[in-house]
């Protein structure tokens, strides 16, 4: 048996797999903000979910930044009380065996890489637009080589703050288009907004960044998941893009992720698959 942990900023779900092809259905709690808490409530859920079943490995999918070196959390904008703690070390401590963790959006491209919107394609950018927005590089349905992992959220598009005089300056992508950020701005939930002209440059703003993510990614697709995506007018996003990057043989396709909120999940199946061969 595999234990998978998807842990976000509100929630983290739990499953198991004894397949190379299928997961249990996740199990959902809160994700405690406090670390000390954090780890008594993942015990709690784990030690019934896999009951005396042996356990060979464990897959995390964690928002933030890891010291690869330390198996600590360097930085999490939710998760600020995380930060610094001995996670990997807790989780090996309570599950015995060997603990992967990697980016929460990172997971999840994998899983769209390889179970999803761009498993026919050999290189895919994935990019969540959500709270805020993250990403990675998937390159032959494995995460691309990194030093400190992927932050296309944090791109500069406006410098000068001449696009979006409201938003923090410099602007990265996810001072612009991010859920947070956008609540901020407006004071209101990104749901609560109707005028479609605000959508519309979110649109706009959102396609100057899949241009940069072209031009230094190279991907043959662009894969867009997360919540924000419901109202980002996509076929918009498509157009911008296009015309920004014409001068390209082959720009990359641009799709909606399709597997929903599972898409770590299967990324983390990719991983165990991988290491079986």
Avoid at 145 to 165: M, R, V
Avoid at 194 to 218: H, M, R
Avoid at 233 to 257: D, H, R
């Amino acid at each position: 048996m595999f234990l998978f942990l998807d842990i976000g900023g509100t929630n983290t779900r739990i499953t198991t797999t004894s397949s190379p092809d299928a997961f249990t259905p996740p199990v959902k709690c809160p994700t405690p903000p406090i670390f000390t808490e954090a780890i008594a409530a993942l015990s709690a859920q784990i030690l019934p979910l896999v009951a005396d079943q042996p356990i060979q490995g464990v897959v995390v999918g964690l928002p933030g930044t890891m010291n690869k070196e330390t198996g600590r959390l360097a930085a999490s904008p939710n998760l600020s009380d995380w930060i610094g703690h001995p996670i990997q070390e807790e989780l090996e401590n309570l599950t015995q065996v060997p603990v992967r963790i990697i980016n929460d959006s990172a997971l999840a491209g994998l899983g769209e890489a390889c179970s999803g919107a761009g498993r026919d394609f050999d290189i895919v950018a994935y990019l969540t637009i959500s709270t805020g927005v993250g990403g990675a590089r998937i390159v032959n349905q494995k995460i691309d080589a990194n030093s400190y992992g992927f932050e296309p959220g944090f791109h500069i598009i406006d410098a000068s703050g001449t696009l979006c005089p409201d938003c923090h300056s410099p602007s990265s992508l996810e001072d612009l288009v991010g859920g947070a950020s956008i609540a901020k701005r407006f004071n209101c939930h990104p749901k609560a907004i109707k005028d479609p002209q605000v959508w519309s440059s979110l649109a706009e703003w959102l396609a100057y960044g899949l241009t940069n993510i072209t031009f230094l990614w190279s991907p043959s697709v662009i894969v867009l998941g997360g919540p924000m995506m419901r109202d980002i007018p996509l076929g918009q996003v498509i157009k911008a893009t296009t015309n920004l990057t014409s001068f390209i043989p082959t720009p990359p396709v641009i799709k909606p992720a399709t597997l929903g909120d599972d898409r770590a999940f299967y990324g983390a199946l990719a991983l165990v698959k991988d290491s079986i061969k």
